[in-house]
C-alpha cells in the first residue's frame, strides 16, 4: 500500500501531512530551508522532529516542496537529507512556488500567490509555471509579507512615528529595546522570522489609522511591484495563500476590486489544495 508524505516548507515552518490508506494526519516542524540551515542541521532537525510523528511507517513516496529550491544545489541537499532517511521512497523536490500554484489553481490557469514570512507569485497554465516575478528575498523584496510589514512595525516604532496610543500597546505586546531589536535584525541568525514576528501587531491593532495604512501600503507594494507584471493579471483570478495573506484578505478584496481584478482563492495554507492535487 502506498504511503505517501507531502511537505510544504517555509522559512519558519514546515507543514507535512502522511497519506495512509486514503487518510491524511498533518503536522508542524522547523522550516527546512538550505539558505538557512546547514545539511548537518537538516538531518538531525529530520531526526528529531520528523522521524518520530511518522511512527515508523513505510514511507514510498515523497512530495517535497520548499523555499530556496529554484537552485539545484539545495535541490540536492534536500534529496540527499530525504533518501538518508527514506532510501526506498520515490522522491520528488520542488519550489514552494509550485506547491502554490497547484495547491490554488489545481489543473486550471491562474495566478498563484504566497504571501507569508515571505512572498512568491506566478503564472501557471494549469501545469507548469510560465512566468514568475523575481524573489529578492526579504532584504531587497519580499514586497507585502511578514518580514516586509514587521520591518515597517519596527521603523514605525523605533522612529516614533507612532502615536502614543500604539507605542504603548508596542511595549506592552513585545517588550524589547531599541538595542536587542537591532541586535536581532544584523547580528542573529534567522531575521527574517524574526521581523515577521512584528507582523501580528498589525492584526491585533486593526482599525487604527496608522496600522491600516501600514498593511495597505504594503500590500499594494505587492500588487504593484509583482502582479502588475502579469499581463495575465488582468484576464485570470488571483489567489492567495499564508498567513499575511490569510488574515488581511479583507484587505486584498479591496485592493482587487480598485484595480479591477478577479480575486480568487484566499486560504491560509497549501497543504489542503496539495493534499486533493496528489490524490
Known amino acids: 500500500m502506498p504511503v505517501t508524505l507531502i511537505a510544504d ?7 507535512w501531512a502522511l497519506v495512509k490508506g486514503g487518510k491524511a494526519s498533518t503536522f508542524l516542524t522547523q522550516g527546512i530551508s ?15 522532529e520528523l522521524l518520530p510523528k511518522l511512527k515508523k511507517a513505510a514511507v514510498t513516496h515523497i512530495h517535497f516542496y520548499g523555499t530556496g529550491l529554484a537552485n539545484p544545489e539545495n535541490v540536492r541537499i534536500i534529496k540527499k537529507n530525504l533518501k538518508g532517511f527514506f532510501p526506498k521512497a520515490k522522491i520528488e523536490v520542488e519550489t514552494d512556488i509550485l506547491a502554490t500554484a497547484r495547491a490554488l489553481c489545481g489543473k486550471k490557469k491562474g495566478i498563484a500567490c504566497g504571501l507569508g514570512t515571505g512572498t512568491i507569485s506566478c503564472y501557471y497554465d494549469g501545469k507548469k509555471i510560465v512566468k514568475t516575478s523575481p524573489g529578492l528575498g526579504y532584504i531587497l523584496g519580499d514586497e507585502g509579507s511578514g518580514a516586509y510589514l ?3 512595525v519596527i521603523q514605525y516604532y523605533l522612529y516614533q512615528t507612532f502615536d502614543e496610543e500604539l507605542k504603548t500597546a508596542f511595549e506592552k505586546r513585545f517588550r524589547v529595546s531599541s538595542v536587542e531589536i537591532l541586535d536581532h535584525v544584523y547580528k542573529q541568525p534567522l531575521a527574517n522570522r524574526y521581523l515577521a514576528s512584528f507582523a501580528i501587531f498589525l492584526a491585533e491593532n486593526r482599525g487604527h489609522y496608522m496600522i491600516e495604512n501600514i498593511i495597505e501600503d504594503g500590500l499594494n507594494d505587492f500588487f504593484f511591484t509583482h502582479l502588475y507584471k502579469y499581463s495575465e493579471s488582468w484576464t485570470l483570478p488571483i489567489h492567495f495563500t499564508g498567513s499575511i495573506a490569510f488574515g488581511f484578505r479583507d484587505v486584498l478584496k479591496d485592493l482587487c476590486h480598485s484595480y479591477e481584478l478577479e480575486l480568487g482563492k484566499v486560504i491560509k495554507a497549501p497543504m489542503k489544495g496539495l493534499l486533493a492535487y496528489h490524490r
Open 150 to 152: 514587521g520591518k515597517k
Open 9 to 15: 516548507s517555509g522559512a519558519t515552518k514546515c507543514e
Open 34 to 48: 538550505p539558505y538557512f540551515l546547514t545539511s548537518d542541521q537538516i538531518t538531525a532537525l529530520l531526526a528529531k
